[in-house]
């Protein structure tokens, strides 16, 4: 039997479900998977139950609330009307410089200023997304910054991967603009988002003291923006295997207070997955409530994680 859905989450529950002998079949916008006796609903990167608590996470204000009543560690952050700039100024400076602004409810890292620092700077970009959006969203910045997806399904982690902001590695002879060139080739013969080139990667070259036509030294790692998304270009790595297990058990434990929601994806900051999870060493950034599989089963780097196949055997 060959797949009906092009979605690549979709596509790959669909393949662990053939493969399963289970029957899959089309209904307008989803696939239904059976075993003759139960069904599941797909569509797109959602399978199962999902609690319509969890349209929260949409959100960013709301989602801060949400998962501080779930007893998650949580940055400092505020949801402000366009109006409230001076409010809004007031609060930054509470929380400390830098910090972070972004849309409410945007994704893909679209909007969001990291390192905004100062009055100047942070009025300007607050305007900037207070006046497309209407709104914008305060938070304290992470000093790590080091992101990881957790991929939770049925109550357990399956797969964690480390984000990495789009970056490129010297080799002492090329410019950065070649290596980009270089790299955004590498992106679309493995079928990854390419490195987005605009102000932010302008931006956080020149905090480097580095250009587009500088030659990095072989084996610098440079990264290019600060934001640690795979649609803009980052890269991910699997890290299942080697992070320290006690984050695996705190994401879980959040998962659990989360009811009647199969799966979800947690971005959690964590300052060194080596060392055990405390209190003031990791946070959540947000949850996803669809997450896509893509970088689990296909990752940059390190052990792919067959997600659909671990999912079929819990579902059926
Ligand atoms: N408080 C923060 N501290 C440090 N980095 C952050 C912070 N918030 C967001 N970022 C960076 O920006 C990226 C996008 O922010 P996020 O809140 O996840 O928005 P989106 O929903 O657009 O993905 C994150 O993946 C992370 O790399
Ligand atoms: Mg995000």
Known sequence: MEPITTNISSRHFEQAAIDKGLSVTR?????????????????????GKQSPLTKVFNKKGASKLLL??????????????????????????????????????????????????????FLTYFDRVAERYGTAFVEKQCEFATEYRFYCAGGRVLAVTRRV??????????????????????????????????DEVARVLDKQGLS???????GRTVPLRSTSNISTGGDSVEVMETIHPSYIEAVEA?????????????????????????????????VNRR?????????????????????MEMLF
């Open 27 to 47: 209904s307008r916008k989803s696939l239904i998977i059976s075993d003759g006796k139960s069904q599941v609903k797909v569509s797109n990167s959602l399978i």
């Open 68 to 121: 501080k009543t779930l007893g998650a560690n949580v940055l400092e952050g505020y949801l402000f009307n366009a109006e409230e700039r001076g409010r809004a100024l007031a609060y930054a400076e509470s929380l400390g410089w830098p910090v972070v602004i972004k849309p409410d409810d945007e994704n893909k890292g679209r909007s969001v200023y990291v390192n905004v620092e100062g009055e100047d700077a």
């Open 165 to 198: 902001p789009a970056n490129v590695v010297g080799d002492g002879i090329s410019s950065v603009a070649s290596l980009v060139k270089a790299k955004n080739r590498l992106k679309k013969e493995r079928r990854y988002p390419r490195i987005k080139l605009d």
């Open 212 to 218: 587009m036509d500088s030659v990095p030294d072989k």
């Open 254 to 286: 959040v998962f659990a207070r989360l009811p009647d929601t199969f799966i979800a994806g947690f971005d959690v900051f964590i300052r060194e997955m080596h060392e055990p999870a405390s209190d003031s060493n990791w946070f959540i950034c947000e």
């Open 291 to 311: 997450p896509a599989v893509r970088m689990h089963i296909f990752p940059w780097e390190g052990e792919p994680k067959n997600i659909g196949k671990e999912i």
